[in-house]
């Protein structure tokens, strides 16, 4: 943090007049965000069926060939939740969908939700024992499946509960003009919705704010994923914050999205951005850096749904024709490192960034409203930045057994009190939920969540991040749960311990993976069929890229895994003087990693 990033009320007065004419939108925004009454009938649902009766001609959703209006893309949503309906799918049913990021995607999730269903959105990377796990934690009744993720699905069919029947699928192109046609044991869902009614459902008006909306899958230090519950209270306080106070898109913008839709990001931030104001959403099944440009171009895009990772990519593409005198004016997303955040805004002559905080399972979030650099931005939620013992990990307490703020600057573990107002919807485990709840914070018989997010506060309401705690570490815009990546190495022959923990790499966003391991005797490391083993296992963004081997492995009392020490070394060969290796971008196989290939990399040369 520099002494520029502080916000000292000379500043926050400065900065009001450009923020008046939006006065009006971020009012309404705020009564959106603060609505008490869980049991009031407000849902992603009925704020695609205000933007349809709003703005009906306008386009609601695009992709690479395709376009539909408001008033086509609720008619369609409807349709499908009439097929659904007459599936035996009702509110609270929880539907598993695994598609790319496509429109099929957005409809299938609207439709459940104008049906009060609940759509768990499987991160489309896991495969294996990962998927598994995935589907039976949150015992979907039925199962939506792309025909892209059809062979993966089917891999580990045999193994879910309850996959017998109720398997739709949906083809693999543009099914809203030609469904295709469903292999043999599959229903096609959408020859079942098209000759359905296209009007609104009674049922919508059910759909309460205390409802559940999606199933959002996140990482955490327990090893396989939890599924958070994105309840419609949450998805309308983010309509409320980011479409009307923080972005404030009206019905010419469009948003140009790349991230993928079972990311919070997309389908809870992007997406009320965009219904908020009667926007359009331009969706893209993969981020490319080189396609970036002229995809802008290609839709107009006055804003982009983003993340630190992605940002980075840009800035490292060389100029092109197309980033000059480009569209976008704003955007939105989160971990824009304050490194890259000014050289980012004045290259391609960005206005607006709206930096946002937020988890899927929290009950808080920050969104930079006023349009301050380097920040995460403001929070109407009641929260606190406690001290932080970082040797020890874990909240200092004082002699009352009390917890203390941390002063102004000074870095802090970020705490959000739980209140009606402020509820905690937590996982589908009971017992996960309560695992980060803090009791008698700062008085006895409170509650707050524990976000496992360090942060400082830089005046105003206003926070920077800083760092995140625990086995999770964050690469490639997605949080890595250590256990899980230790699982997938343990199942290896002859490797007896595997230790994993995030380190940095010059130049880049989060933390890769590193794993210290501890080889069975007489075993040699076989660098490509362990690099063949993690792609076969996990998500390419979760398996390690450095290796370091160890002749033992030290655990505290209750065998925990001692980290600290090989975090602080990571993989410079100068400070240690156990073998390592590392797997250079596009290879595939670990080589040794000595003095030389070290500097390279710190240098830059290789780009993670």
């Not at 919508?204 to 559940?212: E, H, I, Y």
């Not at 009606?420 to 709840?437: L, Q, R």
């Not at 794993?515 to 490391?525: C, K, N």
């Not at 996990?538 to 065998?559: D, I, S, W």
């Amino acid at each position: 943090m520099t002494h520029a990033d502080l916000i000292t009320p000379t500043r926050f007065i400065a900065q009001l007049p450009a923020t008046l004419s939006r006065v009006p939108r971020m009012l309404r925004g705020l009564y959106y965000a603060g609505i008490r009454n869980r049991e009031k009938s407000l849902s992603l649902a009925w704020a695609l069926e205000r933007a349809a009766n709003l703005y009906p001609n306008r386009p609601a959703v695009l992709d690479e060939q395709r376009q539909l209006s408001y008033a086509s893309f609720n008619s369609w949503a409807n349709r499908l939740a009439q097929a659904f309906k007459a599936e035996g799918v009702c509110h609270g049913s929880v539907v598993a969908v695994m598609l790319e990021s496509r429109i099929e995607v957005l409809a299938v999730l609207a439709a459940l939700a104008k049906l009060g269903a609940v759509g768990a959105l499987v991160n489309t990377t896991q495969r294996g024992q990962v998927l598994i796990h995935s589907l039976n934690l949150v015992k979907p009744s039925h199962f939506v499946i792309g025909e892209e993720l059809h062979a993966p699905f089917e891999e580990v069919r045999g193994e879910l509960l309850k996959s017998s029947g109720h398997c739709y699928w949906v083809a693999d192109g543009d099914s809203f003009s030609e469904p295709g046609h469903a292999p043999t044991g599959w229903q096609n869902l959408i020859r079942l919705a098209q000759n359905l009614a296209g009007e609104n459902l009674p049922e919508t008006a059910q759909v309460r704010l205390k409802d559940a909306c999606f199933l959002i899958y996140t990482s955490g230090t327990t090893g396989l994923p939890k599924a958070s519950i994105m309840s419609h209270g949450k998805w309308i306080k983010a309509y409320g914050g980011f479409g009307h106070s923080g972005l404030g898109l009206n019905n010419t913008d469009v948003l140009y999205l790349t991230l993928p839709c079972y990311h919070n990001n997309a389908v809870t931030v992007c997406w009320s951005a965009v219904l908020a104001g009667g926007a359009a959403i331009a969706l893209r099944r993969r981020f490319s850096a080189s396609a970036f440009w002229k995809d802008v171009k290609h839709y107009q895009a006055t804003c982009f749904g983003y993340i630190g990772e992605l940002c980075r990519y840009l800035l490292n593409q060389p100029p092109c024709p197309e980033e000059q005198h480009n569209s976008l004016t704003c955007m939105i997303g989160n971990g824009l490192r304050p490194s890259i955040w000014s050289e980012f805004k004045q290259r391609f002559g960005i206005e607006r960034i709206t930096e946002f905080y937020a988890s899927s399972e929290g009950n808080i979030g920050f969104t930079n409203v006023f349009n301050f650099d380097n920040t995460v931005g403001y929070s109407p939620a009641p929260y606190a930045i406690v001290r932080y013992d970082l040797e020890n990990d874990r909240p200092l307490r004082n002699k009352k057994h009390f917890m203390e703020k941390a002063k102004k600057g000074e870095p802090g573990l970020l705490i959000s009190e739980i209140s009606p107002k402020w509820p905690f919807d937590g996982y589908t485990d009971p017992a996960k939920s309560e695992a980060v709840i803090l009791r008698n914070v700062f008085k006895k018989g409170d509650a707050w969540f524990n976000t496992g997010d360090l942060m400082r506060d830089i005046g105003f309401k206003h926070t920077q991040f800083v760092d995140r705690l625990g086995d999770t570490f964050r690469w490639k815009g997605e949080n890595v749960s250590t256990t899980e990546v230790e699982n997938a190495l343990g199942t290896f022959p002859g490797i007896e311990d595997a230790v994993v923990y995030g380190v940095e790499i010059p130049g880049t966003n989060g933390r890769c993976g590193m794993a210290a391991l501890r080889l069975a005797q007489g075993t040699e490391i076989p660098t490509a069929g362990l690099a063949a083993h993690l792609d076969r296992e996990l998500p390419p963004y979760a398996a390690p890229l450095f290796l370091r081997l160890l002749k033992e492995v030290e655990t505290t009392g209750t065998f925990k895994y001692k980290k600290a020490d090989l975090k602080k070394t990571a993989y410079n060969p100068g400070e240690v003087s156990d073998q390592m290796f590392v797997r250079l971008p596009g290879e595939a196989s670990f080589q040794c990693l000595d003095a030389g290939l070290y500097q390279a990399i710190q240098s830059g040369y290789y780009r993670f």
